[in-house]
């Protein structure tokens, strides 16, 4: 069976320091990958998609940027946080022609 | 714009009772799906309804969908406090890679 793994699960980081998280998928080949940003009590905003690996869209301008070294890894990262980068990051996998979205536990960044 | 859109924001009933969410979208689609969040954890896929069914039942959850207006509506039957939860509805993009959350209904069931 497939499952996803996101860490950490939380993160406090102060203003200015970089950061890397980590989105991992078993037990399927070629996934779509995906990450999301949730402000509190609000939807999900999409920041990068991948159909392959080294294939990254960007959904939305800002500072963050996305990688996928691994067939099934992809990398939330960036090199100076702002506070507005505070938020709740999820990682989502999906089969290529369906769209049904299977996603991880997420991660819950504090940037101080 | 926001392809999906839930109304009500939040809702409040109780226990046993029925929940209905509805979901308004802007473009032509070729399926709809509903998620559920529970609070600080990930989305979980509950149903995909496509555009040639009008009506999907799963267990308790049964989903319809109107392209004629746009919308879908997901009832929730004999509600329980583990249904407490925010409901998404998600749209897919043409292309069928990316999906569309809106805001999503923040479901509270009483005990």
């Known amino acids: 069976s497939q499952t996803i793994h996101q860490w950490p699960a939380t993160l406090v980081q102060p203003v200015g320091s970089p950061l890397s998280l980590e989105c991992t998928v078993e037990?399927?080949?070629?996934?779509?990958l995906y990450w999301y940003r949730q402000a509190a009590g609000r939807g999900l905003q999409l920041l990068f998609y991948?159909?392959?690996?080294?294939?990254i869209s960007s959904e939305v301008p800002q500072n963050l940027s996305a990688s996928r070294p691994q067939d099934r890894q992809f990398i939330l990262s960036s090199k100076k946080l702002l506070l507005s980068d505070s938020g709740f990051y999820l990682c989502?996998?999906?089969?290529?022609?369906?769209?049904?979205?299977?996603f991880g536990p997420g991660t819950r960044l504090t940037v101080l | 714009s926001q392809q999906g859109e839930e109304d009500p924001q939040a809702l409040s009933i109780q226990e046993g009772e029925n929940a209905t969410m509805n979901c308004s979208y802007k473009t032509s689609i070729n399926n709809l799906q509903w998620y559920r969040q529970n609070s600080g954890r990930g989305l979980v896929h509950l149903i995909l309804?496509?555009?040639?069914?009008r009506e999907k039942h799963s267990g308790r959850l049964r989903v319809t969908l109107d392209t004629s207006k746009k919308s879908s509506s997901l009832l929730i039957t004999a509600s329980r406090a583990a249904d407490t939860a925010s409901y998404f509805c998600?749209?897919?993009?043409?292309?069928?890679?990316?999906?569309?959350f809106g805001e999503g209904t923040q479901l509270t069931v009483n005990p």
């Open positions: 998600a749209t897919p993009e043409t292309s069928g890679s990316r999906l569309t």
């Open positions: 991948s159909v392959g690996i080294g294939q």
């Open positions: 309804i496509r555009s040639n069914e």
């Open positions: 989502a996998w999906s089969v290529l022609g369906y769209n049904e979205q299977f």
């Open positions: 037990g399927t080949s070629n996934p779509n």
